[in-house]
C-alpha cells in the first residue's frame, strides 16, 4: 500500500510564503515525476508544478517564478516553496506521484489527501 501525506497548508496574508510538503511510503520500488496540483470550489484540478526523477521541472504560467518545486529522492519527498502568494492561489493542493511497486510492472498514478492553502488578501 502506497501512501502520499501532504503537510505545510495554511493560512497566509498575500504576499507570503508558505511551504509544502509530500512523503511517499509503502512498499515502493520506483518515483518517477512527482507534481501539485490545486483544485479551487468550482473549478477544475489544475498543474501547479512538476519535477522529474532527474529533476526537470515544469510550472504553470500563473506560478512561474514565484513557486519552487524540489525534491529529495532518498526521502521520497517533493516539496513546493511558494512566494508572493496571492489570493487567486487559494485551493486545495494536491500530491501527484507516478510509483513502480515492483521491477517489470507498469508504473501508476498516486495522489495525496490535499491541503488547504487560503491566501487572505
Known amino acids: 500500500q502506497v501512501q502520499l501525506v501532504e503537510s505545510g497548508g495554511g493560512l497566509v496574508q498575500a504576499g507570503g510564503s508558505l511551504r509544502l510538503s509530500c512523503a511517499a511510503s509503502?512498499?515502493?520500488?520506483?518515483?518517477?515525476?512527482m507534481g501539485w496540483y490545486r483544485q479551487a470550489p468550482g473549478k477544475q484540478r489544475e498543474l501547479v508544478a512538476t519535477?522529474?526523477?532527474?529533476?526537470?521541472?515544469n510550472y504553470a504560467d500563473s506560478v512561474t517564478g514565484r513557486f519552487t518545486i524540489s525534491r529529495d529522492n532518498a526521502k521520497n519527498t517533493v516539496y513546493l516553496q511558494m512566494n508572493s502568494l496571492k489570493p487567486e492561489d487559494t485551493s486545495v493542493y494536491y500530491c501527484?506521484?507516478?510509483?513502480?511497486?515492483?521491477?517489470?510492472?507498469?508504473?501508476?498514478?498516486?495522489w495525496g489527501q490535499g491541503t488547504q492553502v487560503t491566501v487572505s488578501s
Open positions: 519535477i522529474t526523477s532527474g529533476r526537470r521541472t
Open positions: 509503502g512498499s515502493i520500488f520506483s518515483i518517477n515525476a
Open positions: 501527484n506521484a507516478d510509483i513502480r511497486l515492483r521491477f517489470g510492472v507498469q508504473w501508476a498514478d498516486y
